[in-house]
C-alpha cells in the first residue's frame, strides 16, 4: 500500500486509537482538535499538529474528521478556516462523525463543486475496536472513491461495507444506534435480575454471551456495568444525539419506533443527572 498524507481532525477516545493505527502503518499524519494538549500524545509518536481545519488539509491527499455533532461537522468543513476552504481537487474527505445523513449528501456536492470527494463512513465498536483496528465501518458515497479508500480502512477496521450513496453509511449507523439503543435497556435488565437473584454474574454472562442473547453489549459493556466501569466507550451525550437524529428521520420517514423514543427518554434523565460524561453503560443507573 502507497505511504499517504493524511489529515485527521477530531482526535477524541476512538479518534486518537485510528491516527495510532494510520501511524503504525508508516502513514504521514497532520491532526487537528479543538483541545491541543489532547493530541500531546500523538504528536510525541511522529503526527503534526496544524492550528486549524484548513491547515490540517492543505497538503493532505486524505482528510478524516471524527468530531462530535452535525454542527461541528459543518463548522469543520465549511467553516472560514475550514475543510473546503483548503482542500485541492482530487482530495478524498471522509465524515466518520456519526452524523446526519442530509448533512452528508449537503457535503458531498459541496464537495463535487470544488472537485473533492467525499464519503461518510461512521464506524461501530467503540473504544475497543477503535484500539484492536476492529472496527467496523459503513461507508456512504461514490463507490469508486470507496474501493480507492478501502486499504487505508483495512489498517483500522475489519468489517467494511460499501453501503450506497451519499448518506448510506449515516442510515446504516442510524440502524446500529437503533438497535444498541433499544438493546441497552435488555443488558441492563439482564444484569439487575440476575445480581438480584443472587446469582455469580461472571458465571451468567459465560453462559448467556454464548447463546441467542449474545451481543456486542452483552459481551463487552455488561462486565463494565457489573465493575461500576462507567469510563467512555462512547459518550451519552453523543448517544443521545444518535438517537435525535434517528428519531428525526424516522419522522421524516413517518415512521414509529417506540422502543428508541423509552431508551431516549431513560439516557436524556441521565444527563439531567450529571452522568453525560459516562459511557452509555451507565445507563443500568437508572435501575438504582
Request: hydrophobic share 40%.
Amino acid at each position: 500500500m502507497d505511504m499517504k498524507k493524511i489529515g485527521f481532525i477530531g482526535t477524541g477516545v476512538m479518534g486518537a486509537s485510528i491516527v495510532k493505527h494510520l501511524l503504525h502503518a508508516g502513514h504521514e499524519v497532520t491532526v487537528y482538535t479543538r483541545t491541543k494538549t489532547k493530541a500531546d500524545a500523538l504528536v510525541e509518536l511522529g503526527a503534526k499538529w496544524a492550528e486549524t481545519p484548513a491547515k490540517a488539509t492543505e497538503e493532505q491527499q486524505i482528510v478524516f474528521t471524527m468530531v462530535g455533532y452535525p454542527k461541528d461537522v459543518e463548522e469543520v468543513y465549511c467553516g472560514d478556516k475550514g475543510v473546503f476552504s483548503s482542500a485541492k481537487q482530487g482530495t478524498i474527505v471522509v465524515d466518520m462523525t456519526t452524523s446526519e445523513p442530509t448533512l452528508a449528501k449537503k457535503l458531498y456536492e459541496q464537495a463535487k463543486e470544488i472537485g473533492v470527494h467525499s464519503l461518510d463512513a461512521p464506524v461501530s465498536g467503540g473504544d475497543i475496536g477503535a484500539q484492536n483496528g476492529t472496527l467496523s465501518l459503513m461507508v456512504g458515497g461514490d463507490e469508486a472513491v470507496f474501493e480507492q479508500m478501502k486499504p487505508i480502512f483495512e489498517v483500522f477496521g475489519q468489517n467494511i461495507i460499501y453501503q450506497g450513496a451519499a448518506g448510506a453509511g449515516h442510515h446504516t449507523k442510524m440502524c446500529n444506534q437503533i438497535a444498541i439503543a433499544s438493546g441497552m435497556i435488555g443488558v441492563c435488565e439482564s444484569m439487575i435480575y440476575g445480581l438480584n437473584a443472587g446469582l455469580t454474574m461472571d458465571e451468567v454472562l459465560r453462559s448467556i454471551t454464548a447463546g441467542a442473547a449474545g451481543s456486542w453489549s452483552l459481551s463487552n459493556l455488561a462486565p463494565r456495568m457489573l465493575k461500576a466501569d462507567f469510563d467512555p466507550g462512547f459518550y451519552i451525550k453523543h448517544m443521545i444525539k444518535d438517537m435525535k437524529i434517528a428519531l428525526d428521520e424516522a419522522e421524516r420517514m413517518n415512521i414509529q419506533l417506540p422502543g428508541l423514543i423509552l431508551a431516549k427518554t431513560m439516557y436524556d434523565k441521565l444527563l439531567e443527572d450529571g452522568y453525560g460524561e459516562n459511557g452509555t453503560q451507565a445507563l443500568i443507573k437508572c435501575y438504582e
